[in-house]
């Protein structure tokens, strides 16, 4: 038998962030497909939050990469390149295309203006960081933030040192807190793991993103905070049965289990009453009719809105 006291799971620290985040406050989620789970959480609820708006990123200089033009985005050189009849950007995931120069330009540029607006009114910015690998353009050295598919030959490979993951992160903290000197920066490590550079491979690129956010840290102490997402699936989260069938993905009960710890950790009172009572109205928004366009799902929605709308003003002015 077990003595008493003894316990079978080892427990990471608790989550902690400068200011816990309020009803009021805005949130962006920048990074990998990690980053994405936790910010549909976000918008799920009815969280002013943008999560990714010009794809998911994967490592510090592609993320380096979408926060520099933000300072003048008018004026910045958008890497565009048309490929099969489609125009992209090595800046955007493939979501991003148009059949025109011009019209991928104004969709990029309308990305960022969203970003930025977004960034300069949240409370705290999410950086989510899966590998040290990026990729850069062969002819010009430009670190890409998608292949989009195209020939591996015009890519170099490339493993980012402790250094330069540390001067990519350096920038975006300033860059940002530049456009909002109120802002947070939260960072974390995702916890997939990148079979196809082996896994040791893959361990010695999450070591390398620890290291520069211990660095970070050390140099932004005012400005930065980490949570131990990654610690949590290596130490806490020991079973296959918080991975996906890949058994490479975090499953949808290890999502919820960080967005519960997010919830209790680093979430004001007043705005977790605001969640426990729009989880109704959540569960009634994701329902899927058979028939949407019946004049009883339209009220059905009328109604869920009112119910929303007034929820959202009783909390608005709550910290």
């Known amino acids: 038998m077990l003595g008493k006291g003894i316990s079978l799971q ?54 380096r990469e979408v926060i520099l033009p933000l300072s003048d985005i008018s004026s910045a050189a958008l890497p565009l390149f048309e490929r099969e009849g489609e125009w992209r950007c090595w800046l955007a995931g493939t979501q991003v295309a148009a059949p025109t120069e011009e019209e991928c330009r104004g969709l990029i540029v309308s990305s960022l203006e969203r970003l930025r607006e977004q960034l300069c009114r949240a409370r705290h910015l999410f950086v989510t960081l899966g590998t040290s690998v990026c990729y850069r353009l ?62 040791h491979g893959s361990q010695l690129s999450k070591a390398t993103l620890l290291l520069s956010l211990e660095e970070v840290g050390r140099l932004f102490p005012e400005r930065c905070s980490y949570l131990p997402v990654y610690e949590l699936f290596m130490d806490e989260l020991r079973d296959y049965r918080f991975y996906a069938s890949d058994m490479l993905h975090p499953s949808p009960l290890a999502v919820d289990i960080v967005w519960n710890r997010l919830v209790e950790e680093c979430m004001t009172p007043p705005l977790q009453r605001y969640l426990e009572e729009y989880e109704p109205i959540r569960r009634a928004l994701a329902h899927r009719p058979l028939n949407p366009d019946t004049p009883e799902y339209q009220s059905f929605l009328s109604d869920t809105e009112r119910k929303r709308a007034a929820l959202v003003a009783r909390y608005q002015t709550e910290t």
Do not use: M, W
């Not at 962030?17 to 805005?26: A, Q, S, T």
């Not at 195209?150 to 992160?169: G, I, K, Y």
């Open 10 to 63: 080892t427990s990471v620290e608790r989550f902690a962030l400068k200011r816990c985040i309020g009803c009021g406050d805005g949130s962006v989620f920048l990074g990998s497909c990690f980053a994405d789970s936790i910010g549909e959480r976000f918008a799920d609820y009815g969280l002013a939050s943008l999560s990714n708006p010009l794809g998911t990123l994967y490592n510090p200089a592609s993320i």
């Open 138 to 199: 062969r002819q010009s050295g430009l670190t890409v933030c998608n292949c989009h598919k195209a020939a591996a030959s015009l890519f170099e490979e490339h493993r980012l040192s402790v250094d330069e993951c540390v001067a990519a992160l350096s920038d975006i903290v300033r860059n940002v807190t530049a456009l909002n000197p109120d802002i947070e920066v939260v960072f974390t490590v995702s916890p997939f793991r990148y079979q196809k550079y082996g896994f």
